[in-house]
């Protein structure tokens, strides 16, 4: 059974009338690393807001299928808690809350749904810290607010941080290397590197080829007018890098 | 995060219109006769077997009264009240002036049990340690019905008792401190207070005494149309220390109850007061039946150089709101402090704020306050500061922060600054935010429910001012503010 199995998926802005998704299909594996490119206004962030269960979307028709079942009836919390992570293009900021407090009440949230214990304060930090170190994570990024005054390379840490302690099945990145320098860049792809597994996949979406430089995919998907119009091995990126969407859209439209 | 935890699963067990202490008692009680007159003054003031100059302390407001009206600048609405219609006095008829615990109906130590308040000492005792202890003042409708530890306070010096007992008691210190901060021309709530006031707590802390434990008055009304109007009376005296917290509950009801109290406080050289209310009252259905009138006066004085006196408020309750604990900063180099979280939802109507006069010099105070409002509610945040000629070198900082849970409530934020002296510094801080859906869904994409996201996000906001109560009440309050905002959202 494939992980993730997206089925004629079909969505628009709950307050307009215009369709985003067109009857998408995509299948991810377990294991794989999944891009998926494509121009502005194709849809992407909409795939990964609806896969995650953004209010402003309505959609229409379709499902997608996580682990067999269809996810799309589901609370965010709900799919959280079976292992949909989505790492935020601008991850928001939470006043006042401080970044530990957080950090546990999502652990403890998910392992509750899971029926699974409250996890102890000393391994709750034992892990909190071995995870921050290796991501460049300062202390004192840990004791501010959640987000709050961070540049945007630590905000990227920062998910790429939650993604690792809530270890999840799925994970979707959305445009994750927008705004990241080199070094940055490095840190965020080796602390998903790190995660590869047999497991779990990855849904890497970008527009650029560089990302795809330190995080190698085993697929390349290239989105437009709300479908996936080809799909190819990692030699399509450098193929889009080198011609541009006009070819491959064009001839698609 | 266990007081997430807790909040959350607290918020699960209840209904949304499900108000926690909305039951009633069934004891039997006294009431006196329905209305308001010279007579009925008289009654409350036999019935306390009050010496003659409290009788004619309180006939002098009632005919200032006469010529009073209701003031109405206040940002809230609601119909008139007819102060003929209501009850003045209500006591448990079994026995209005217990000696002892087990002189009291059972069925009220029961509602205290119910609440939360143990008041037998032995059971306050048990698995807590003694820093850790709260003497208590159970106030039942009109009457004060037990107060704890009095013996163990007594040996320390303090006075911990109801306002009645203290009249027939101490009634020197009363007779001197009484209406020296409110006085009963102030207001036309405070002048009704003077008249017909029924119970209330005193404290007395003598000089260079520090309170070995918090104090605190429970109330509660339980019978129908019955106002409640209770005087607090606070004196630290030079150099002393006291920590005093008020916690308020009602039954639910289809009518609107009055609640027009009266605090007031002294500090004295040195001394300090640090004041804290949870006030939850019931604030009536969410489509606004039923509820508590809460119109208070509370006012502090810090009459001595160097005092202090700090309030700290988590007002969750009551239909409406009317209430303003200010200080007046008398002694030169004294201190003022408000700290406060007002949560409004459903109908809730709250226009609550301070006032930090500055007469002495080099006085300093600071407002922290914060609103959430969330249903069709309107939260309003009213406030003075001022600074007199002499007060050289005042200083005040202010910061006050609104949230806004939802698109059919208010934040309203009304602030009036005077300073008479050039050397005044004053400083606004204000801001007004909403809880945005960006921000649910990323906690929720965490894997948090809404409620679980809201405690967490609102709890943040708060957390200022909640560090400021005192710790058994903190975990209480967190509890407490989750609980009022259930069914805000979706």
Known sequence: MSLLEIKNLTAKLADEDKQILNGLNLTVEKGQVAAIMGPNGSGKSTLSYVLAGREDYDVTDGEALLDGENILELAPDERAAKGLFLAFQYPIEIPGVGQMTFLKAAINAQRKKNGLGEISTPEFIKLVNGKAKELGISQDMLRRSVNVGFSGGEKKRNEILQMSLLAPKLAILDETDSGLDIDALKIVADGVNAMRSPDRAFVVITHYQRLLDYIRPDVVHVMAGGQIVKSGGPELALELEANGYADIVGKAA | ?490
């Open chain 2, 1 to 490: 995060m266990p007081a997430v935890q807790e909040t959350v699963e607290q918020v699960r067990s209840i209904d949304v219109d499900q108000y926690k202490y909305g039951f009633t008692t069934d004891v039997e009680m006294e009431l006196a006769p329905k209305g308001l007159s010279e007579d009925i003054v008289r009654y409350i003031s036999a019935k306390k077997g009050e010496p003659e100059w409290m009788l004619e302390w309180r006939l002098d407001a009632y005919r200032r009264w006469l010529t009073l009206r209701e003031p109405e600048w206040a940002r809230v609405h609601y119909p008139k009240i007819d102060f003929q219609d209501l009850y003045y006095y209500a006591a448990p008829k079994s026995n209005p002036a217990p000696k002892s615990l087990d002189e009291i109906d059972p069925a009220i130590l029961e509602t205290y049990k119910k609440l939360g308040i143990p008041l037998r000492e032995q059971e306050v005792l048990a698995g807590v340690a003694p820093e850790n202890r709260i003497a208590v003042d159970a106030v039942f409708d009109s009457v004060s019905v037990a107060t704890t530890f009095k013996d163990e306070l007594a040996k320390a010096g303090v006075i911990f008792c109801s306002i009645s007992e203290a009249l027939r008691e101490h009634p020197e210190l009363v007779k001197q401190y009484i209406g020296s901060v409110v006085p009963t021309t102030d207001n036309f709530y405070a002048t009704l207070n003077s008249a017909v006031f029924s119970d209330g707590s005193f404290v007395y802390v003598p000089p260079g005494v520090r309170c070995p434990m918090e104090l605190s008055t429970y109330f509660r009304i339980n019978e129908k149309n019955t106002g409640q109007f209770e005087r607090t009376l606070i004196i630290a005296d030079k150099g002393s220390y006291v920590s005093y917290l008020e916690g308020c509950t009602a039954p639910m009801r289809d009518e609107n109850q009055l609640h027009a109290a009266v605090v007031e406080l002294v500090a004295l050289e040195d001394a300090e007061i640090k004041y804290s209310t949870v006030q939850n009252w019931y604030p009536g259905d969410s489509e606004g039946r039923g509820g508590i009138y809460n119109f208070v006066t509370k006012r502090g004085d810090c009459r001595g150089a160097r005092s202090k006196i700090s309030w700290t408020q988590v007002e969750t309750g009551s239909a409406i709101t009317w209430k303003y604990p200010s200080c007046i900063l008398r002694g030169d180099d004294s201190q003022g402090e408000f700290y406060s979280i007002a949560v409004s939802n459903g109908a809730q109507q709250v226009d609550s704020g301070t006032k930090m006069i500055h007469l002495g010099k080099n006085t300093r105070s600071r407002i922290i306050s914060k609103g959430i409002s969330a249903g069709k509610s309107q939260n309003t945040y009213r406030g003075l500061v001022s600074a007199h000629r002499r007060a050289t070198n005042a200083k005040n900082f202010t910061n006050c922060d609104s949230l806004l849970i939802g698109n059919k409530c208010g934040a309203h934020t009304v602030p009036y600054i005077e300073s008479k002296t050039a050397s005044a510094v004053f400083e606004h801080e204000a801001t007004t935010s909403k809880v945005s859906e960006d921000q649910m869904f990323y906690c929720m994409q965490r894997g948090l429910t809404q409620e679980e996201a809201i405690a967490l996000i609102v709890n943040g906001f708060v957390k200022d001012v909640l560090q400021q109560l005192p710790m058994e009440f903190m975990v209480e309050a967190q509890k407490l503010i989750a609980i009022s905002l259930e069914g805000s959202v979706g």
